[in-house]
């Protein structure tokens, strides 16, 4: 199945066109390099509000690609007395996400316990084999 809507670039990546299937070769949209975090940004908050009152899918099988290289920064949720943790995606800017306490424990948990793995898996430096 292909989509209806198709996403082309200029040569220097300076702007994004979409067109449509319908429209032959007319442009829907040409969005400036600049102007595209904001509507990435956008069309993420309509797809929030959308899916407003459903359960988020399950994460169980989904293929996802790591972030390796980001800035995050964690900070206190005066609204959920939890903790916010936000890091720089690369292909959707600023991402963030509320940690409630017991998110948060959980959390630790888990990377206390991949943090013990990691280190009993590292080979002794002084055995030869």
Same mark, same amino acid.
């Given at each position: ?52 009152? !459903? ?14 290289? !980001? ?28 940690? !409630? ?29």
């Amino acid at each position: 199945m292909s989509s209806p809507i198709h996403i082309s670039f200029d040569a220097k990546l300076r702007q994004i066109t979409l067109t449509s299937d319908k429209e032959e070769d007319a442009p829907v949209l040409t969005v400036e390099a600049e102007q595209l975090a904001h509507l990435i940004n956008a069309l993420g908050m309509i797809q929030q509000q959308m899916r407003a009152g !459903t359960t988020p899918p399950s994460m169980e099988g989904v293929r996802f690609t790591p972030v390796r290289q !980001t800035r995050w920064v964690l900070q206190p949720d005066d609204g959920s007395d939890g903790s916010i943790l936000a890091f720089q995606h690369p292909a959707f800017g600023p991402v963030g996400m509320v940690l !409630t306490s017991s998110d948060a424990d959980r959390l630790a948990e888990g990377l206390m316990l991949h943090h013990k793995l990691n280190h009993a898996q590292r080979p002794d430096p002084n055995k030869m084999n």
